[in-house]
């Protein structure tokens, strides 16, 4: 079976397959190294992106960019827009405007919505602590000794009584029991956390 001859053209007596790397660096000469329509579409509909990525920023690290005015406009019809036409072609004039900014302003919008995405997930770890450290002193009484020889300037007696309280709360009833149902969290419960939660973001502070 005979094989089926590769597509391609001679250059100057040699044959170069389309898609090789010297067919790519040939076509590259041909149109002085621009980038082809594809990759233009790919990177507006990146700056698109980019730029409705904008509206979620926190305000203080929206202020600190400086965006021109003329983007920063546009983003806020964006925002006002609801229309899916409507918005999709403001979401094309936000690309485009993006396009105008240099590189280092473009590098300061990615650094500033990740340095929001690293500040989320930091802040779901120090609630995911705080809850661990509620439930693990309500549940065991060595978990009192524990916590406050990290954080010794808790008020313990108030947190002591709280713990009481939260236990005499979560305690099930007989008519609790029967129907299957889950401990109550009362206000004891909800202190506790609430105490746990601004003992731990103070000393993150100082």
């Given at each position: ?19 090789s ?20 579409k790919?990177?507006?509909t ?20 400086e965006l021109?005015?003329?983007?920063a406009?546009a983003?806020?019809?964006?925002r006002?827009?609801?229309n ?5 072609r ?34 779901a ?37 709280l ?14 029991v ?25 000393e993150?502070?100082?």
């Open positions: 079976m005979s094989r089926k001859p590769k597509k391609g053209y001679f250059v100057k007596g040699h044959f170069v397959a389309e898609g790397e010297l067919d790519l660096e040939l076509r590259a000469e041909q149109t002085g190294g621009e980038p082809s329509k594809t990759e233009l790919k990177e507006s990146e700056l698109q992106k980019l730029g409705e990525a904008l509206l979620a920023l926190r305000a203080d690290l929206y202020e600190r960019l021109p005015e003329g983007l406009t983003l806020e019809n964006l006002r827009i609801t899916f036409e409507g918005r999709r403001q979401m094309q004039y936000v690309g485009k405007l993006m396009r105008a900014l240099d590189p280092e302003a473009l590098q300061s919008i990615r650094d500033a919505l990740e340095e929001q995405r690293s500040g989320s997930a930091q802040q770890l120090a609630l995911h602590a705080a809850e661990k450290w509620r439930d693990d002193l309500i549940a065991r009484d060595e978990a009192l000794d524990n916590w406050l020889q990290v954080h010794p300037g808790t008020d313990v007696q108030q947190l002591r009584a713990i009481r309280q939260a236990r005499k709360d979560a305690a099930p009833t007989q008519d609790d029967s129907k299957g149902q889950a401990p109550r969290r009362g206000r004891a419960y909800r202190e506790i956390f609430q105490i746990v939660r601004d003992q731990m973001e103070q993150d502070h100082e």
